[in-house]
């Protein structure tokens, strides 16, 4: 039985959010999905909304407070990630992008990614494919083939038997495949981290001193 942890960003602005409860199903979905495959998952939620204030003044300082540390540490160090965008302008949203730039180019790399939006009509479903799935591929990231899109005709239909349902199961269970074959993260990177032997290092200092 192997430990995950799932990081499920939501960039939604309005409350209550059709964003963040399509990341909340797409979440309960692929936790069902690698609890079948004898995985223990633990769920974290991040409310870009939360940190609008911590992600304009990290653009603006180069600097993250404290809170938005542990975030940017949360969806770096997780075995997946689910991204949950409202479409604005047939694309992501500003607060979704200012976030997704606030992380280290090298951070995602062969991370599984799910990608999602909801938008105020499913004729822009496509802002998933020409937008956040080259983005999410550009940070090196592994973007699961089936990227889920809300429209409001999806929530008045009902979402429990519904075309939305099955885009959920189906993404999901992509999602949960590429966590479950790769090994557990270790977290995220420490930019501090030594790059070579300790030995190797003292060995080059003593040679040069
Ligand atoms: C400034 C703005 C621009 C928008 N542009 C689009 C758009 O281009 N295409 C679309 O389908 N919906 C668009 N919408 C509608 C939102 O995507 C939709 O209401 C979304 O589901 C809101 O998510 P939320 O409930 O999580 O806040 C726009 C909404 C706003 C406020």
Known sequence: MTQRTL???SAGLRQPSSTRLLADQLAAATRDELVRRGDTVEVRPVELREHAHDIVNHLLTGFPSPA???VLDTVTGADGLIAVTPIFNASYNGLFKSFVDLIDSDALTDRAVLVAATGGT???????????RPMFTYLHAVVVPTAVFAA???????TADGALRRRVERGAAELAEQMHRRAPSTGPADPFALTGDFEDLLDGLRRDA
Do not use: Y
């Not at 499913?122 to 956040?132: D, P």
């Not at 409001?152 to 009902?158: I, K, L, Q, V």
């Open 122 to 132: 499913a004729r822009h479903s496509l802002a998933l494919e020409h937008a956040l």
């Open 152 to 158: 409001p005709e999806d929530w008045s239909a009902g």
């Open 7 to 9: 990081a499920v960003v």
């Open 68 to 70: 938005l540390r542990e």
